[in-house]
């Protein structure tokens, strides 16, 4: 009978042996392939989920910084829409308190300029030469006048002429400040009109007029006793033709710090025969209105801004947090299963390894009275030999293909039953699918070969004696 036949025999005839040692050799390659299957496939899940929190976290604080981005731009421009709307109507209230800034002559006694109003005349012409020069940014609405003391019924009082309004060459167009008189009209202050009405025709230094308005109370000399009227008339009734006291103006900057410096020093430059006087409440009620908002504005976009830093700052401290804890779990799984790999499985492979030994070994002994018939009958060494190392080698290729098949199986299953893993990171590696299909035979060879040995150094005289 040929060895395979006595192969093929052997394997039917001795089932339970050969259940044992297959299931020995399927549970090792099991093992084998389920255990680096399921670590290679969670790491590259791990790599892929880390990568995915990580982006998904980056694009959360990106969405919120876009977010605080947006609000903060639609914040600035309502601030400055406001701050805009606001120096409008800055501007129209300054236009209604009246000018903030008086130019006179350099000479000029300020004691007596305030004590009685007393100013050095200047030529009109100066006026034109501010109007005109482009280095005059920081003053706006020229109007020239000339002021004298005068008698009038019996009283004292300040006859003012204006002259319409100069227009800047480098200016925006404005609406003009000041009172615009006609000429042969006359506005009355409060005190220097209580005793005429509007309409009525009154001589002033020999000339007549028309009283147009009467001004209503101020609360000022300089304004409750004055004779307002056209400039022209007023040079004609004092005899000063082309002659002004001073120029009236607005000191449009008033955001600068060194705000007077800056305006005398354009003066100097266009116009050294003057001097600047600032009423400076006037000027610093201006400045104050528009910096009281700039400043709540600039402290309503800070607060928001620190609000946003911190919420950003709390979710990067989550996300971190969350991240730190995934990654920490998932290092903990991969310890295990990495442990399982080089501790577990190649223990629980030795084991069945000698299992499938004692299984040859109780084979060989149930086999002594047939060995010693085949040596007798003339099989070689290696005739015998090639049997038992042949079937244990068959065991272990089929022992080896199921256990890649139940392997990958296993590792799939607690893959996704366990340890909630995509199975589209478990995909089956063919070196160790190869790895096994080799190895599982070669195994199962070197498990048998001592009972082999055995088998094949026996005396067959001294086993037919025995029989």
């Not at 060895?3 to 089932?15: C, F, G, N, S």
């Not at 309502?78 to 501007?91: G, P, V």
């Not at 300054?94 to 004691?111: A, C």
């Not at 607005?250 to 955001?255: P, R």
């Amino acid at each position: 009978m040929g060895t395979t036949r006595l192969l093929l025999a052997e394997l039917l005839h001795r089932k339970t042996n050969v259940t044992l040692s297959l299931a020995a050799l399927v549970a090792a390659a099991t093992l084998f392939v389920a255990g680096p299957t399921l670590l290679n496939g969670y790491q590259r899940e791990s790599a892929r989920r880390m990568e995915s929190m990580q982006n998904e976290t980056e694009r959360k604080l990106a969405e919120m910084q876009r977010e605080t981005d947006s609000e903060l731009l639609a914040m600035q421009k309502k601030a400055d829409q406001d701050l805009a709307e606001l120096n409008l109507r800055t501007q129209r209230i300054m236009r209604e308190l009246g000018f903030n800034l008086r130019i006179v002559s350099r000479d000029t006694d300020l004691n007596k300029l305030y004590a009685n109003f007393v100013s050095l005349d200047m030529p009109e012409e100066y006026v034109k030469r501010l109007a005109q020069s482009p280095q005059i940014t920081k003053i706006a609405h020229l109007v020239a006048s000339l002021r004298q003391m005068v008698q009038w019924e019996d009283q004292s009082r300040l006859l003012v002429g204006f002259a319409p309004e100069a227009v800047q060459s480098n200016g925006e167009k404005k609406a003009p400040m000041g009172l615009q008189i006609e000429r042969g009209n006359v506005y009355l202050g409060a005190v220097a009109g209580e005793k005429h009405q509007v309409g009525q025709k009154v001589e002033i230094l020999g000339k007549q007029f028309n009283v147009a308005r009467i001004l209503p109370l101020n609360g000022t000399a300089e304004e409750d006793i004055s004779i307002c009227m056209h400039l022209a008339d007023a040079q004609e009734v004092l005899q000063k033709p082309g002659r002004i006291s001073e120029i009236m103006a607005l000191g449009c900057k008033c955001k600068t710090v060194n705000r007077i410096e800056e305006i005398a020093a354009q003066l100097e430059a266009v116009l050294p025969e003057a001097k600047v006087l600032e009423m400076r409440l006037q000027a610093i009620a201006r400045q104050d209105q528009r910096t009281l908002v700039e400043q709540h504005y600039a402290q309503t976009i800070s607060e928001y801004k620190n609000k946003r830093a911190k919420i950003t700052e709390q979710e990067t401290a989550q996300q971190k947090e969350l991240l730190d804890r995934e990654r920490s779990h998932r290092a903990e799984v991969l310890g295990i299963l990495s442990q399982i790999n080089t501790v577990v499985i190649p223990l629980v492979v030795l084991v069945c390894a000698i299992w499938v030994g004692l299984l040859a070994w109780s084979n060989v002994r149930e086999r002594r009275s047939e060995i010693g018939l085949l040596r007798a009958l003339g099989k070689t060494s290696l005739r015998i030999a090639s049997l038992f190392l042949g079937k244990a080698a068959l065991l272990g290729l089929v022992g080896g293909l199921a256990g890649c098949l139940i392997g990958y199986a296993l590792a799939t299953w607690l893959a996704s039953r366990i340890l909630g893993v995509d199975m589209i990171h478990f995909v089956p590696s063919p070196a160790i699918f190869m790895l096994t299909l080799a190895g599982t035979p070669l195994i199962a060879a070197m498990a048998s070969y001592l009972p082999t040995l055995s088998a094949v150094s026996q005396d067959p005289a001294v086993v037919l004696v025995d029989m």
